[in-house]
């Protein structure tokens, strides 16, 4: 009952939290820092989830003896914390992987400055043999990528601050055994042929919880882990979200008047009332218990999280397929690699940032991991299009994630995008639990948010 | 001439000191403890000031600062979600240190008995749970609370005609889930002080109250009880202390506190204005205010503490 924190606040210092961090990172960083020998270069990744591959990183390391790799993982929002932090007091890190929905944050006002401009740096005759030649900028690699994709790790100021690793795809993860048993088409193209639209998709949900015996259903199955992930695979089939491109570097604010965020919230609200979901959250334990147990059908999956059910649930193996996302592309997630402007070994990083993120890595990557390429290079690439996964009952996992993909149309990211995107996380919430009507809930989530910027 | 005691001892001369060594005091004390106050200054002392000083801003650690007044305050008394979190915090603290103090006792009356086997054994697993992680404590009690496969709602579920608790979503079921959590940890280390004080209790005192024919329960409320008066009271004000400052439970079980802030505590609360919505002057302002709040609690306690003692020696 005392002392209960971990993280060192403390109750007459709490709010020097801030300072002492501060300090503590500092005097971390002066113990990693001190002067290693010229020859091995350590090369430090602050990094989260699977972005940095340990295949790969154990390929470069053989490729290049004279560099260390050494991966630091932290969550997505600590990592964040720790960017912000280190970039005032300097650290160790020499890459810095960072979410897109944080991208906004890092592109406005002097944020950029926290990381190098990568069209200032040149790449060494290092990586020749892997295919990359010399003296090659940010600028001159930028024809493999994604073309919106890329923006995302272009500051206002037009510094490229981060090379996208992935794209987060969006597709939809289903169970064929559970469709058989309820009587549903089984084969992908007549699965996808099935919603076409939302409204579709929540009728054929409708459909599968009624064949639910009663068992079962007071066991909580339902026909999506969590209808409230609905909310954000409808956002960005949008071409905005909470901020809108107005040529200004913070953009203009549009939570409050943006069609498509009505739109999402409505479809979400009425897969919620209609009770299809099992009410999982994702990433929370019974999450993963309930993969094990067929208590959802379906997961509307981007191709990163297809690694994390192959690890939680690999009992299911072959029970799975890949259909596609109602109402057309999806996305969720993807990452940059960036350059902290404090790193000492800005050469080395950004030589081993060129090999990593390069198309013929990205692929080895979508192989093993799962993280769809950001290289559109590779969208007509028979490797990544004919690419199959034996989980996921042989389905074409390239091909299907790749016609998603590019149907997807720019977002602008602004800068609490993250933020915004939890508070109506939250109002979903409230409605799932019935805890408010989802009028009172909406009216709660615009008044949390017009707080986040009153003050 | 008489000799006189001196009324400035620090001005003691050489040859008066009371071992006959040559004093240093005066010229040596303050280098020797210059140690900590240096290093208090600068992690203690400056931090404070520091955060006293932004929280009069809209402070950005990586663009512009502007001076705000006390806009920070005056919105921070506004703010729905401030006074949420203070009543979750004290709900929590009230689950947690109550009826822990009652099964601490308990444990340490039991540990207490003579003619019990393997002592030392049962004192140190008491104090495991305090040396588990965090995370790791909370980890597990979020699969035994769990919606619909945690263990707690399966024996729940084996009593007809009740229904599955959401332990999170709801308000006072979450604050249950963190007290127990909270109590866990800490159960062990508060029996081992009771345990402690319980040892100094003269035997005499049991055995004229067992020749007065007091039962064993009446030994406990009218012999034990009282002997650990000032023993209650720290661990309370510790206990108060520490309940302030719920941080990691919470903020584990879902960094915003639920959907309807229903377990935002006052650390969380600040914790998120700082590092998820970029308000870092609002949030050394939220720090200011869990500084005044214990310090009334602190006057609080300090009153009955002298009364207590002031009780205990008349």
């Known amino acids: 009952m005392l002392r209960t924190t971990s993280t060192g606040l403390n109750r007459k210092n709490s709010k020097s939290l801030i300072g002492i961090s501060a300090a503590l990172i500092l005097i971390v960083s002066s113990f990693v820092q001190p002067a290693r020998a010229a020859d091995p270069i350590t090369l430090t990744i602050w990094t989260f989830g699977e972005v940095i591959q340990p295949g790969l990183q154990r390929e470069y390391q053989k490729l290049h003896p004279e560099v260390k790799i050494i991966p630091i993982k932290n969550d997505v929002d600590p990592l964040h914390q720790k960017t912000v932090l280190s970039c005032q007091t300097g650290g160790p890190a020499d890459i810095i992987a960072f979410e897109v929905p944080y991208s906004g944050y890092w592109r406005t006002g002097n944020r950029p400055n926290c990381f190098q401009d990568l069209r200032q740096m040149k790449t060494s005759d290092t990586n020749a043999a892997a295919g990359i030649a010399a003296g090659l900028s940010a600028t001159d690699i930028k024809k493999n990528y994604l073309p919106w994709r890329w923006e995302q790790g272009v500051a206002f100021n037009d510094s490229v601050i981060g090379i996208p690793t992935d794209v987060g795809g969006l597709q939809v993860a289903y169970r064929v055994d559970l469709f058989k048993k309820a009587g549903l088409p089984t084969d992908r193209t007549q699965v996808s042929k099935l919603w076409p639209t939302w409204e579709k998709f929540i009728a054929v949900g409708k459909k599968y919880v009624a064949k639910l015996s009663a068992a079962e259903k007071k066991s909580g199955k339902g026909f999506i882990d969590d209808a409230g992930s609905i909310y954000s695979a409808v956002m960005n089939q949008g071409t905005a979200k909470y901020y809108q491109a107005d040529g200004t570097d913070a953009g203009k604010l549009v939570y409050k008047t943006n069609p498509q965020i009505k739109k999402a919230w409505n479809t979400t609200v009425s897969a919620l009332n209609a009770g299809i979901g099992a009410r999982l959250g994702q990433f929370t334990s019974d999450w993963n218990i309930g993969m094990n147990k067929g208590a959802m059908a379906t997961i509307l999956s981007p191709a990163w999280m297809l690694d994390y059910i192959k690890k939680q649930a690999p009992e299911t193996r072959g029970k799975w397929d890949i259909a596609n996302l109602p109402g057309g592309g999806g996305n969720k997630g993807g990452t940059e690699l960036g350059i902290p402007s404090y790193s000492k070994n800005k050469q080395a990083a950004f030589d081993f940032l060129t090999w990593y993120l390069a198309p013929e890595q990205q692929l080895k990557v979508f192989k093993t991991y799962g993280l769809f390429p950001s290289t559109s290079v590779l969208y007509n690439d028979p490797e990544l299009l004919n690419y199959k996964d034996e989980f996921f009952n042989n389905a074409p996992v390239g091909q299907i994630y790749t016609q998603g993909v590019l149907k997807l149309k720019p977002i602008f990211e602004g800068e609490l995008e993250r933020k915004i995107d939890t508070l109506f996380g939250a109002g979903l919430g409230r409605v799932a639990s019935k805890k408010m009507t989802p009028e009172k809930s909406y009216a709660l989530v615009i008044s949390d948010v017009d707080k986040l910027f009153k003050n | ?314």
Request: charged share 10%; proline share 4%; glycine share 8%.
């Open chain 2, 1 to 314: 001439m008489a000799r006189q005691k001196s009324l400035t001892p620090w001005k003691r001369s050489k040859r008066t000191t009371f071992t006959g060594v040559p004093s240093m005091n005066g010229r040596w004390g303050y280098p020797a403890i210059a140690p900590f106050f240096v290093i208090f200054l600068i992690f203690g002392v400056a931090p404070v000031v520091y955060s006293v000083y932004i929280s009069f801003y809209k402070w950005d650690p990586l663009g512009v600062s502007e001076f705000n007044g006390i806009n920070n305050f005056t919105f921070l008394l506004q703010d729905s979600d401030f006074w949420i979190a203070l009543r979750n915090t004290f709900s929590i603290w009230a689950l947690s240190t109550f009826p822990q103090l009652a099964m601490a006792l308990g444990f340490a009356w039991i540990l207490r008995n003579r003619r019990l086997k393997g002592k030392s054994f049962w004192r140190t697993i008491l104090l495991v749970p305090n040396i588990t992680s965090v995370i790791a404590i909370t980890i597990v009690f979020q699969q035994l609370f769990g919606r619909d496969y945690g263990i707690i709602n399966s024996l729940i579920q084996l009593i007809p005609g009740v229904e599955r608790i959401d332990f999170v979503e709801g308000t006072l079921s979450s604050h249950i889930q963190i007290a127990t959590m909270i109590t866990w940890r800490w159960l062990g280390y508060n029996t081992l002080i009771f345990l402690a004080s319980m040892l100094a209790i003269p035997d005499e005192l049991y055995e004229s109250a067992s020749v007065d024919g007091a039962s064993r329960w009446q030994q406990f409320v009218f012999v034990t009880l009282p002997q650990l008066k000032n023993t209650i009271t720290f661990v309370l004000i510790v206990g108060t202390i520490g309940g302030l400052q719920v941080f990691a439970e919470p903020q584990q079980l879902g960094a915003d506190g639920g959907s309807t802030k229903q377990f935002l505590t006052l650390t969380l609360f600040l914790y998120n204005q700082a590092f998820l919505n970029n308000k870092y002057g609002y949030a050394a302002a939220v720090g200011i205010a869990i500084t005044i709040i214990v310090l009334i609690i602190s006057t609080i306690n300090f009153f009955i503490t002298r009364r207590i003692a002031s009780e205990s020696s008349s």
